[in-house]
């Protein structure tokens, strides 16, 4: 077998040794064919084919992968839409698992809006319809009492990741019940074409505890537990009963949580983030990629994160997330949590969060300001005068010429992020941030825009994509096997983002590295990551004497076995 090579275990077949199977005759024709974990395809060589009875059952042709990544290409270009692409991709998948990462991983970027978001969206809505073949695990509230005897039924025993959702908030769909499994699916593909972590080792599982969703629970196609969700203590009790059947039978395993209901994401963060190896990447991860955006600029303007005043537009989750994350990277670099917190404001559908507002939640009254409340955005900057805006607020066009103007005024290179998303939530668009700023603001949004050019200036705004940061972060829980991860492990992985960008770059007003460059990206966040958690001593692997050849090594590619053409 090459050297580096993972190649996951079949769920058909036995153990994790794909050459054993393919050499002691285990898997043999049609049935070899048939296993995605094993099959080359026309990549079969002609010996092969001799020794495990393939003849007659392939055309004559012996191709290599890089041949048939060209006719998936091909094929990718004959369908009509991303919807019909990522169904071809699963089906691909399906067939043959190797093929599939080698396409995903010559791409990353351009795949990622085919296999994610926003495709995933749609491929979740219709999930029940579209439903084919499973790729992860079903445990659901039916199986109380059980979950430790169902997870014993994954194939693959060294699970490392296992990326968990409920359905609850899938993107910005709300409650999509089982059909949110596109998420985990697609979130730890995202792992492997990012970060290149083995495919083996993660597990997509979906906990069906129902759904409040009227539609899907009338629809006769539904392919979920046919009931509405359980209050918070049913709930509770059975991510409990997971949680602890994960140590059990999986021990050392990081829990993902993804696209769960807000507040159960938050309360359940809470409960376990000091307990377990966990993340939530809702919260964590996009905290974690605004911060590294706002360290990119910091490496524009030669200013500290901890001397600005930040005004965040939005008191909801992203917001109150990432207001949480500015303060310990602020704490980081040596204030205390209250003088952090003093930095930064939060201004919501009803104002300026002051105070004497009663209608605050705990997490958002850390950060209510003293004086007189206002609705007015523009006199609440020229009052509090923030060199960061930020806007987390789902309304687009929020960012007015005065907005910006305002920030202008008082700065001489204001940051303005417009996070929402999609395009038409946008709090201003990249032209008008460099336009109303004169190319003073430095400037990224949660979607991509176009290059634009100020004066004969070309400014290249960012965009403050998840995936620049949870599969490198990832990697280096994989490299590592932390116990816990707090924080600064997000924030040194944010560092590191932020420090990829060049000054050239700089210089256009990047603030994040170019996402075609994700694969080496993330080995760099992974490697910074691991080392941190070694440092604090969370780490129980062994410390390897070159943390970058080692996290080499422990990366996936995506080969066949033995030489195709022998
Ligand atoms: P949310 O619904 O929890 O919070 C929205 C907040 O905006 C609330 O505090 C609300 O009062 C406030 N708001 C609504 N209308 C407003 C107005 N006219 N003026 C001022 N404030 C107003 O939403 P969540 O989950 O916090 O997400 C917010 C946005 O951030 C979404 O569009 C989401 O797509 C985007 N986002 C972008 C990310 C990225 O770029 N990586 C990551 C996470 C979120």
């Known amino acids: ?48 084919r001799q020794e495990l009875k393939l003849e007659g059952l392939l055309p004559f042709v012996v191709e290599g992968i890089e041949e048939q990544v060209q006719r998936v290409m091909k094929h990718l270009s004959l369908k009509p839409n991303d919807l019909e692409r990522y169904i071809y991709m699963i089906g691909l998948l399906d067939r043959n698992e190797t093929l599939f990462f080698k396409v995903l991983m010559s791409d990353p970027a351009r795949f990622v809006p085919i296999m994610y978001d926003p495709t995933v969206g749609e491929a979740c809505l219709k999930f029940s319809d579209i439903y084919r073949r499973n790729g992860g695990m079903y445990v659901t509230i039916e199986n109380k009492g059980r979950v430790k005897d169902i997870l014993r039924n994954w194939p693959e025993k060294d699970v490392r990741f296992i990326c968990v959702s409920t359905g609850g908030r899938i993107l910005g769909l709300g409650d999509l019940g089982a059909n949110g499994m596109g998420i985990p699916l697609g979130k730890l593909q995202l792992y492997t074409a990012c970060a290149a972590v083995p495919p083996n080792n993660l597990l997509p599982l979906l906990l069906d505890c129902g759904t409040d969703n009227e539609q899907l629970l009338k629809n006769p196609l539904y392919i979920g537990v046919r009931r509405h969700r359980p209050e918070v203590k049913e709930l509770d009790a059975f991510v409990q009963e997971f949680v602890d059947a994960v140590q059990e039978v999986f021990p050392g395993c990081c829990i993902h949580f993804e696209d769960w209901k807000g507040t159960d994401a938050i309360r359940l963060l809470k409960r376990y983030q000091d307990k377990i190896c966990c993340y939530n990447d809702d919260i964590q991860g996009t905290a974690g990629v605004a911060v590294a955006g706002l360290i990119g600029a910091m490496n524009i303007t030669g200013g500290k994160l901890s001397e600005q005043r930040v005004l965040m537009f939005g008191a909801g989750s992203a917001g109150i997330g990432i207001s949480n994350m500015i303060t310990a990277a602020m704490q980081a670099e040596g204030l205390s949590n209250k003088d952090a917190a003093a930095r930064i404001a939060l201004f919501d559908v009803n104002g300026l969060l002051t105070k004497g507002r009663t209608d605050l939640s705990a997490e958002q009254s850390v950060y209510a300001v003293t004086g007189n409340p206002t609705k007015d955005l523009v006199s609440a900057i020229r009052t509090l005068k923030p060199t960061v805006l930020i806007g987390v607020s789902t309304v687009g066009k929020t960012f007015t010429r005065e907005v910006v103007q305002a920030m202008t005024e008082q700065t001489e290179r204001p940051v303005v992020f417009a996070l929402s998303n999609p395009t038409d939530h946008a709090e201003c668009s990249a032209q008008e941030a460099y336009e109303w700023s004169n190319g003073k603001a430095i400037y990224a949004a949660g979607v991509p825009f176009e290059e634009v050019k100020i004066g004969g200036k070309v400014f290249i705004p960012g965009q403050a994509n998840n995936y620049y940061l949870f599969p490198g972060v990832s990697l280096g829980i994989y490299a590592a096997k932390p116990k816990l991860i707090p924080d600064a492990l997000w924030i040194e992985g944010a560092r590191a983002l932020a420090d990829l960008v060049t000054p050239q770059q700089r210089e256009k007003g990047m603030v994040f590295p170019p996402q075609k460059d994700i694969l080496s990206i993330s080995t760099n966040i992974a490697e910074r990551v691991a080392k941190m958690a070694f440092d604090k001593g969370l780490a129980q692997e062994k410390k390897p004497k070159d943390m970058g050849a080692f996290i080499r090594e422990l990366q996936y590619q995506p080969a066949y076995s033995k030489n195709v053409k022998s």
């Open 1 to 48: 077998m090459e050297k580096n090579q993972k190649i996951p275990a079949s769920p058909h077949a036995e153990g994790a040794n794909p050459e054993a199977a393919l050499t002691s005759g285990a898997r043999q024709g049609v049935e070899l064919l048939r296993d995605p974990h094993l099959n080359k395809g026309t990549a079969f060589s002609t010996r092969e």
